[in-house]
């Protein structure tokens, strides 16, 4: 079985990044046959429905398995969602829902993940499929280090802002050497890697300095999620047009030149005509059950507790944002935020509670 073909089918840039980490780990080569094989078969699963039934299934899901953290990160858009959160079965239930449905990847956010008691069990009993796990790195424990050995299809992805000044002044004293820390260990047992930072003025001249990339893939990251702010105008964080414009081609730079993976959002959407999510490539469900376009947009008609994935990606609200092409780039980094009033009058329509 050629184990190229499970990283090409992404980017031949994956590929570089990830493979010789492969060929280090034998778990994962061992793996690899049967995640190469449930690639394909979700393909010709989403295919099918949308063929036979004009259902759009997207290839990812984004599932915030816990609003609670212990953490107090500025800027934090996690609500505190009133009512019953998910637990283990019940998400365990939903993961098999949308893998009948042919979703292959499964993003794990939070709250913080790692605070969810037996959740690399749950992960590990669905090996054919993928995870990325997103954390503040302040909670792993030893235990949780040696599970994730035994976890070839997750990737642990971790907060920082930039350096030790920039993350502990919007996550707590601390919380930058504790990641790199854990960065660190999770490299020298062979777990897939990386890091998540939010974009905004105060951290991305940082980011377009090539040594602080070289430090992070000298720690052993090997993938790199880079979100811009989103957020109000007035607060001042969000990157105008020319600092988005140079921070993109300093991402583009780098993901030519550089030994990791980088995915870069919104950059990464352009040549999808805008935002892929309501569908288009992903779709969220956050702790209490609800199915939303995102994990920005909190508007939902069913609550996964009550109704099936299927009946839920079926929405009005997902077709609704599709066709009236809410979805396409605005003026800032979120297109749906940026077509606020259209979304307002597509809720009212929709009589959304």
Request: charged share 25%; hydrophobic share 35%.
């Amino acid at each position: 079985m050629d184990i190229s073909k499970l990283t090409d089918f992404v980017s031949p840039r994956f590929s570089r990044a990830i493979l010789p980490w492969i060929l280090k780990n034998p778990r994962y080569l061992k793996n690899a046959p049967l995640l190469i094989k449930a690639f394909w078969e979700c393909e010709s699963m989403r295919k099918e429905l949308l063929s036979k039934e004009n259902l759009l299934v997207p290839p990812v899901a984004i599932l915030s398995i816990t609003n609670d953290c212990n953490l107090h990160c500025q800027g934090c858009f996690v609500e505190k969602l009133s009512g019953r959160q998910m637990t283990i079965s019940e998400w365990n239930n939903l993961i098999n829902q949308a893998k009948d449905l042919g979703v292959f990847a499964f993003l794990i956010a939070g709250g913080e993940p790692f605070l969810v008691e037996n959740l690399l069990d749950l992960i590990s009993s669905h090996k054919d499929r993928v995870f990325a796990i997103f954390s503040n790195g302040t909670r792993i424990n030893e235990k949780q280090l040696q599970q994730l050995k035994d976890c070839p299809n997750t990737a642990v992805i971790l907060s920082i802002e930039g350096d030790e000044k920039l993350t502990d002044q919007r996550r707590g004293n601390g919380v930058y050497s504790a990641v790199i820390k854990v960065l660190k260990k999770l490299s020298k047992i062979g777990v897939v890697n990386g890091i998540s930072v939010t974009i905004t003025r105060d951290n991305y001249t940082y980011w377009i300095k090539d040594e602080n990339i070289n430090n992070l893939t000298e720690a052993g990251a090997k993938l790199c999620f880079f979100i811009e702010y989103i957020g109000a105008k007035e607060d001042g964080k969000a990157l105008d047009y020319d600092q988005r414009k140079l921070f993109r081609e300093k991402i583009l730079y780098y993901k030519n030149e550089k030994p990791i993976f980088i995915i870069h959002s919104p950059g990464d959407e352009e040549p999808f005509g805008g935002c892929v999510s309501a569908g288009r490539g992903f779709i969220h469900i956050n702790a209490s059950g609800d199915l939303t376009p995102c994990p920005v947009t909190n508007v939902s008609t069913h609550n996964l507790k009550k109704a099936t994935l299927k009946e839920g990606l079926k929405s009005n609200l997902f077709k609704e944002i599709r066709e009236n092409k809410l979805l396409e780039d605005g003026d800032g980094p979120c297109s749906l935020i940026s077509h606020q009033n259209e979304l307002k009058q597509i809720v009212s329509k929709l009589d959304i509670s």
